[in-house]
Every structure is written in C-alpha cells, then in structure tokens.
C-alpha cells in the first residue's frame, strides 16, 4: 500500500522566505508526528498530531514554525522567515495507534 | 543531555557474520523501542521494535534485546547482507507516560563488506 509521502523533496529559500511542506501520512492513520534531522545527527521532535488535535507542539524551536492539520489527514509545516539554521531535513511520520511510526523520504530544505 | 546513545558512529563487519549494534538510554520513563534503517536521501525505515515488557524480540535476521536494568538495548543482524549496508538509529518513547514523540540516537553507520 501507499506509504507517508511529502512534498517537495527538496526546497531551496532565500532568507527570510516563508515555506510550507506538506504531508501525506498512510490513509487512516490517526497519529501524526513531524521532526527535523539536522545533519549527522538523529530526527528529533518537532510536534504530534492526533487527527486534527494538535496534542504536542513542545519541540517547535520558534513561534515561526507553525503546523496543522486542519482535516485530520494532511498535514503542513509552515516556517516563517526562514533562517539559515533552519537548514534541515523534516521528516513526517504517522502511526495507526500509538506504537509504530512509519517515516516519509523527508524534505531536505536549504536556506541560503 | 542526549536520552539515546549510539557511542559507535560507524561498525564494519564481514559479510555471512553477526552484526550488533549497541544503543543506551537514560529515561527511565521508556517503555517502548524501535530500530530504524536509513538509506542516503530516504527517509528511516522502521525494522523492528520491542516493549519493555519483554527482553527479546525477533524477526527474520533481526533480533532486538532490551536490558532494562542497564538501560541498554541491541539490535542483531545474522547473517550479516551487503544490502544491511546503512545508517542505523535505535528510538524510544515513554507511551506509557503519554508521551508518544520518538527520542533517536545519533545513529551507527553499518558497512557489510562483501
């Protein structure tokens, strides 16, 4: 079946641009996770969905990144201003409970 | 303070032969782990996973084993394929606590020479 899909795959913004990456998560997933993978380092949390609940958004680094899933299926990450530290991979993830979650290929975004 | 630890970056073994790579943890609020497998520009794909009700799980060539009362777990590889060739991260989350975010290591880069 389907996996996580997202897109772009890759994006590219000037400075101080404002970018949105969507999410695709597995038709029926309830669970809804994005993380931002810096290089050589693990994903780490950004915020949790479940249906439209948004339940977790403790690892958003600024009031800049924002997310939402106002339907309960598809998801996206807005970032505002972007800053070149913003510089990373984000990741979507999702899950039918609690347990499993499976990843999408990632938007790598590069901010010059 | 990292949660997870992968103290090995990189490990190469020889094709046909045991591959074990080490994870620790330091929240004792994990309850549930997950290995990951990670090629270039793809994102993680999830391998294997074990509760912590449990010391041992396995799957084909795969075989997770958790030792709650040192905080450390392993993932197994046998035989060992060059196609296992990848960035490995080992994962944790306190479900148990509410908590579902996963927690990732910084990963074991895994080179299976043929």
């Known amino acids: 079946g389907a996996g996580v899909s997202q897109s772009p795959r890759y994006k590219v913004a000037k400075r101080g641009q404002d970018v949105a990456l969507r999410c695709d998560p597995i038709?029926?997933?309830?669970?809804l996770f994005w993380y931002q993978q810096a290089l050589g380092q693990g994903p780490e949390f950004l915020t949790y969905f479940q249906n439209e609940a948004q339940l977790d958004k403790s690892g958003l680094p600024s009031d800049r990144f924002f997310a939402e899933r106002p339907e309960g299926s598809v998801s996206t990450l807005k970032i505002q201003r972007t800053q070149q530290e913003d510089s990373a991979v984000y990741l979507c993830?999702?899950?039918?409970?609690?347990?499993?979650?499976?990843f999408g290929p990632g938007t790598r975004l590069l901010v010059l | 303070d990292q949660q997870v630890k992968q103290n090995s970056p990189s490990l190469s073994v020889q094709e046909g032969r045991i591959s074990i790579l080490n994870c620790d943890y330091t929240?004792?609020?994990?309850?549930?782990f997950l290995w990951y497998k990670k090629y270039p520009a793809e994102g993680p794909t999830f391998l294997i996973s074990?509760?912590?009700?449990?010391d041992k799980n396995e799957d084909g060539r795969f075989t997770v084993f958790l030792n709650k009362s040192a905080k450390h777990l392993s993932l197994h590889i046998v035989p060992s394929q060059p196609g296992d060739s990848a960035v490995y991260f080992c994962?944790?989350?306190?479900?148990?606590?509410?908590?579902?975010?996963?927690?990732f290591g910084k990963g074991t880069k895994l080179s299976v020479i043929p």
């Open positions: 993830a999702s899950s039918s409970g609690t347990e499993t979650q499976y």
């Open positions: 994962a944790a989350s306190a479900n148990g606590a509410g908590s579902y975010q996963l927690t």
């Open positions: 929240n004792s609020m994990f309850d549930y």
């Open positions: 038709s029926g997933h309830v669970s």
């Open positions: 074990i509760s912590s009700i449990k």
